[in-house]
């Protein structure tokens, strides 16, 4: 039920820090350290390289999924979107291992490229919110979500808790395979950040009510743009925005901008910049002065390592391939109000189901 909540998509905005929390209590040990079943280690740690194959949110969580992987156990990753995959499999690597995220454990599209892979004899995890689904009972392997039913069609709380449980499963899989990088990760400390980062987000109702009222009210297009993990919740930020709202948006790596889309950019177009990575920061702020140049209204969501006193969002800085936890979070509050000012069905958008279990 939904209780006191409007709706079901703002109670599992707001549920998102206890979700955190109750991932930190189900992977770690009363000595904080990190807990996955071992036969699980043992199958990934003979693999040379990881196949992720999601789609919609999950694939986005599953870009992020990427970066913390090839971090923390230096194994490569490659990112498929299910419903290609599925009939364009890319030559593999000797011993690959497949991921697939999915929050239902329903979705048609990533059944298909599994059933493929077990009838390859190719071994198979899956990282679900749904312990009975389909696709947990067809896997070799199940990592829960522990995200609690979702119910609004537009996915927040998975998203995520799917990164922390990559996260869990990164640190575990790179301690077992002695790289330093991920005995030294405090991912329970950062877990426990994110917590309280994300607390302070969906506190501030009235400021993001506010931001998606003179950003997104009268806009007929939006753009997210990032670098790096930022490029990576841009399209996750996007898609929220688009399912829900009806406004046409697109996330885009902001480097890639200038190469064709900034032909769209026009006096008000709303532009959403995320720049939360040092690397790369003074990149993407050359990318903002380029849209403001040709009149874009930019909101720039940084975190403290990155900001700038212009900037309307200041986060925590977590480690860089977990800010996603929190810049997703802003990109849910900015969708949701935004929705809401329009008037729409927040929890049950047109032509959408909750889970797609057709081809
Ligand atoms: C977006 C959304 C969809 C799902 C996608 C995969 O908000 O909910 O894009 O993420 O249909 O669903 P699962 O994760 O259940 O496989």
Redesign the pocket.
């Known amino acids: 039920s939904k209780g006191s909540y409007p709706t079901f998509m703002l109670k599992e905005i707001d549920e998102q820090p206890a979700v955190m929390r109750r991932i930190a209590q189900e992977y770690f040990d009363e000595e904080r350290q990190v807990t996955v079943d071992q036969d699980l280690l043992t199958a990934l740690s003979a693999a040379d390289r990881l196949y992720f194959v999601?789609?919609?949110?999950?694939?986005?969580a599953s870009l992020v999924g990427k970066r913390l992987f090839e971090k923390y156990t230096e194994i490569p990753v490659e990112v498929g979107v299910?419903s290609e995959f599925g009939y364009h499999w890319p030559l593999l690597s000797k011993r690959p291992f497949f991921v697939?995220?999915?929050?239902?454990?329903?979705?048609a599209?990533?059944r298909q490229v599994l059933v493929e892979a077990k009838r390859r004899h190719l071994p198979v995890l899956v990282i679900?919110?749904?312990a009975n689904s389909t696709?947990a009972r067809e896997a070799d392997y199940t990592l829960l979500l522990h995200a609690g039913p979702?119910i609004a069609?537009?996915?927040?709380k998975?998203?995520t808790a799917?990164i922390a449980v990559e996260a869990v499963l990164a640190k575990a899989l790179g301690e077992k395979l002695a790289i330093q990088t991920a005995v030294d990760f405090d991912l329970l400390g950062q877990l426990g950040l994110a917590a309280n980062g994300m607390e302070t987000l969906v506190a501030e109702k009235d400021t993001w009510s506010e931001l998606a009222h003179d950003y997104l009210q009268t806009a007929n297009d939006a753009f997210y743009i990032g670098r790096g993990v930022d490029y990576d919740v841009s399209l996750e930020a996007a898609?929220?925005l688009k399912?829900?709202s009806y406004m046409h948006t697109e996330g885009f790596a902001a480097g890639e901008l200038k190469h064709g889309t900034i032909a769209l950019i026009e006096p008000g177009v709303p532009v959403i910049a995320f720049i939360t990575e040092q690397a790369t920061a003074a990149h993407t702020r050359g990318n903002v002065q380029e849209v403001v140049a040709r009149g874009a209204k930019v909101l720039v969501i940084a975190n403290q390592d990155c900001q700038d006193a212009a900037d309307q969002i200041i986060l925590p800085t977590l480690t860089t391939e977990l800010m996603p936890l929190l810049t997703g979070v802003c990109g849910q509050l900015l969708a949701y109000y935004a929705t809401l000012q329009r008037g729409l069905n927040v929890d049950q958008p047109r032509n959408?189901a909750?889970?797609?279990t057709v081809e």
């Open positions: 999601a789609a919609g949110t999950s694939y986005h299910a697939f995220l999915s929050q239902s454990g329903e979705t599209d990533s679900t919110n749904s696709l979702e069609v537009a996915s927040t998975a998203y799917q898609l929220k399912e829900i959408l909750k889970s797609v």
